[in-house]
């Protein structure tokens, strides 16, 4: 049987990408992985990482041909996991698809079910995809602060790169949870009100934590979100409060950490990084259960843009530049 898909093909020399090329194709089912659970797929959503994918950018893609995408969502076709059965609604985000393993931008996909989750009947499929990596991303953030003793009366909670699909996430979840959100953006002479509807009660530049500072500045955050790295996290964490948790998701301004131990032996701060891509089944269904409680559908409504899966090349750049908004739901069928 075939399908449609968006597949990337590349030829490496010494590490370097010399060739690169992501297009629409036609592919039988001999072209996936076999596993236990084939999925016929609806959405997916467009990341930071399926940006870099589809661009040519080093760092994702581990194999030639695949396909990318590291969110899908759609109904079970058939299974021999018990766990699920044909016609199943479910959400896999990450677990290396779209990276090592042929992704979500597809209308087909065979897939581990050990990674899959069952949506939760607040989402629709639509929803389910818009949450995506990004939103369970941050999700995953969100139960870092609390793990780490971070509640809405501890005081105020920053959230980096708040613009994007993570941090309007993050914003919308914390709110919701009656925290007290500051948002850290590039764009916010255009983003402002966007970001206070999420809930965000104040609003600071970017600009303002990407100069290197003192290894301890005034204490700020009773705990943050970040989505940058880079000199940004280690600005951040030097402002946190005693006993604060920062949790780190992204690298958006870098993978380099130019911090002291400072933060940590004098003020007890907790560095919390997430990882996604390896969450193991238990907390990928207690992010989601969180997220179908604390998330307000409204919200996600209104972050979400979608589009058709000849338009995921062209929409990569822009997610690059820091020019996407919100969520990018992918319908694969389009």
């Known amino acids: 049987m075939s399908f449609r898909a968006l597949q990337v093909t590349q030829q490496i020399d010494n590490g370097a990408i ?6 629409l194709r036609t592919l039988d089912d001999d072209a996936l992985e076999p596993a236990d659970v084939e999925v016929d797929v609806e959405y997916s959503a467009l990341n930071y990482k399926d940006g870099l994918a589809l661009a040519g950018r080093p760092g994702v893609l581990r194999k030639s041909p695949l396909i990318p995408g590291i969110d899908l969502v ?3 076709r058939a299974s021999a996991d018990p ?3 044909p016609g199943d609604h479910v959400v896999l ?3 290396g698809i779209g990276e090592s393993l042929n992704g979500g931008f597809a209308e087909r996909a065979a897939v581990r079910g050990e990674a899959l989750v069952l949506i939760p009947d607040a989402f629709t499929l639509h929803q389910a995809a818009a949450v995506g990596t990004a939103g369970f991303t941050a999700m995953l953030a969100v139960l870092a602060l609390e793990h ?3 509640t809405p009366s501890s005081g105020d909670v920053l959230v980096t790169g708040a613009a994007g699909g993570v941090g ?5 979840v914390l709110a919701k949870l009656g925290y007290s959100v500051t948002a850290s953006t590039g764009r916010g002479d255009s983003e402002a009100g966007y970001l206070r509807e999420l809930g965000a009660s104040a609003i600071l530049n970017r600009a303002d934590f990407v100069e290197s500072g003192r290894p301890l500045q005034k204490a700020r955050w009773a705990g943050a979100i970040d989505t940058v790295g880079s000199t940004t996290l280690a600005n951040v964490l030097a402002q946190t409060s ?3 948790v920062v949790a780190a998701c992204g690298v958006a301004g870098g993978p380099d950490l130019p911090a002291t131990v400072m933060p940590f032996i004098l003020r007890g701060v907790s560095l919390a990084g997430i990882n996604s891509v390896e969450a193991p089944r238990m907390r990928r269904q207690d992010a989601w259960d969180r997220l179908a409680r604390d998330l307000d559908l409204h919200l ?3 972050m979400t843009k979608t589009i058709g899966l000849e338009d995921a090349v062209g929409a990569a750049g822009r997610i690059l530049a820091g020019q996407v908004r919100g969520r990018t739901v992918v319908d694969v069928h389009r």
Do not use: P, Q, T
């Open 83 to 85: 766990r699920f059965v």
């Open 148 to 150: 780490g003793g971070v």
């Open 74 to 76: 759609g109904r079970v």
């Open 168 to 172: 309007s996430v993050a914003i919308a």
């Open 93 to 95: 985000n990450g677990d």
């Open 300 to 302: 996600l409504d209104g």
């Open 18 to 23: 010399v060739e690169h090329d992501a297009r």
């Open 242 to 244: 005693y006993g604060g």
